[in-house]
């Protein structure tokens, strides 16, 4: 049984806002023994592990507030599994910096695949992937979709901009959005294609970051829900939840509230979980925090071998070569080898 974690917590505030990590402590620690098991299911004392669909359509048909959190390559997915997430973000930016290009459809979206599939391969917990665009119109996108299942991918998160994609948290570039009624068409292509309904597409609305505002959020939310989006994801660049809880307001007070709503609350990070959990969002993705928190750590390691030129500090603080084996399953092969060659 595996459950959403308080640890989620140092990913969204940081040392920079420690009074808001105390308030988001708290929150957790007096829901962390309500949050129900989605990953398996038991029937006459046998449990069975759910699909990964499904096990990320319950998360967003959770009665609670989710977390996922974002991975980049087959290890860090496995050290988020490890942490005890319940699913993972397949972030468009990490991968792409991961590979050393911008994040702006550099990356091809085959070479996206082939990172989402050792991530997939890895873990057994549901991925999101950041599909930006979906790479092109409703015919690139479909063929992602196809591509995804038969990767065992949980579901994808597309983006109401324009290919080749800009990062939403530039500042001072052109952020230009997809007409409406061509994303929705992407969208219900997107669902026709799947074979599997409990396959997630995710509508994620720029309005707020191409600075169009609440009315034009609202119109983009209730045309993607119609198109057959299972969720909204709402992104805002402020450095304040004041974006967001307009929308929210307004989509819960529409009636518009079984479509669930996502949050990235990368830039509004101060602002307490269990705000965001009152304002009715469903699921919150740590969008980044994982490859941020890796640059951090090989720059600092670089630079005291450069500095010191030895080992002695640098040793004591990084893991241990038998942790690298362990999170490559490599017990697993010596079992394997003990089984099958000849001894």
Known sequence: MRRSVSRAVSYGCGSRSSCSATRNKRYFAATA???????????????????????????????????????????????VEESGFSGIWGSGLSISASLGVRDSNEASWTQVLDVIEYMADHTSIPILLDGDTGYGNFNNARRLIQKLESRNVAGVCLEDKLFPKTNSLLDDVRQPLADIGEFSGKIRACKDTQKDPDFVVVARVESFISGWGLDDALKRSNAYKAAGADAILMHSKRADVKEIAEFMREWNSSG??????IVVPTKYYKTPTEELESLGVKMIIWANHNLRSCITAMQETCRELMEKKNLVGTEKRVASVNEVFRLQNNDELLQAEKKYLPK
């Open 256 to 261: 518009k509230n079984s479509c669930p709503v």
């Open 33 to 79: 023994s309500s949050v129900s098991s989605v990953h398996t299911t038991k029937s006459n004392n046998t449990s069975t592990q759910l699909k990964k669909t499904t096990q990320l359509r319950n998360l967003l048909r959770s009665n609670q507030l989710e977390f996922i959190c974002e991975a980049h390559n087959g290890l860090s997915a496995r050290i």
